[in-house]
């Protein structure tokens, strides 16, 4: 499994996007048609060895917003008053 | 937003069981039962003053792995050969 | 696959609770400590010959809605103005 | 909610692509390509006039596959030995 998730983080890592690996998945921000370009690279670089790829994607489009990689869990750090595991 | 979040992992945290926070969501490990108690106690919690409250869960349940919240994005790493972003 | 889906189908239908089977996962309704547990149920009656099973849920719960697996669909179909497939 | 729905749902009836319309959301079948494009339309057509769009994304990408829309029912349904909820 990690060979095909090390093949998608390569392709993420190269994107230039921002992004967070995390054990369950990863997360990466960019502009809509950035973002979902770069998951069907990834999804297809793995179904070309692959008979059935199964991929989720959860996206949350906020206009105007950036820098929500890290703001996001600084937020919920703030709302609880201390550091919390990341 | 960071409220309601926040407010569930004060829960997660004073679970005992481990976790990470990440800007789409939070990985916890843990016996099934006592993941599964624990995300239908943090709905609760939010759901005692929303009308209406969306939750997503994805389970990875794999016999006698632990250790898996750093473990995976190790192999991960390994698999890249080197440090990505987390 | 169907095996295993046919497994869940069969606790699910002897619940009790209203279902609907698609393509792509079965939706259920019903209070939110019997959903849960049914689920809970299938992914064991899974697990239990298999080494590593992946189990995706999505909750909408929303305070004093019933009849919504076919309340849902209606109001959409009222919003377009006619018969979808479904 | 049911009118942003029925925006997508438009899209969805006109893009020629086979559909299932559920009460939790919507399975289309087809070319890679073609429906991560349509998923994109129908996102946009919601973004244009809300500050925050949420959108959950599941593809199941079986090499050679069609037809699966009535496929994968029935293949549950032969796994029970009988008609089940749909």
New interface residues.
Partial sequence: M??Y???C??IV?ASGL????????T?V?GP??EV?GLI?RC??AV?KDC?????????????GASG??????R??E???GRK???
Avoid: C, Q, W
């Fill in positions: 990690s060979k998730v090390g093949r983080l390569e890592d921002d992004y967070r690996l995390n054990p369950m998945g997360v921000e809509f048609d979902l069907a999804h297809k179904a008979d059935r790829v199964s991929t989720t994607i959860k996206i949350d489009d906020r206009k929500e990689l890290d703001g996001k869990v937020r919920v703030a709302a609880v919390l595991r990341t």
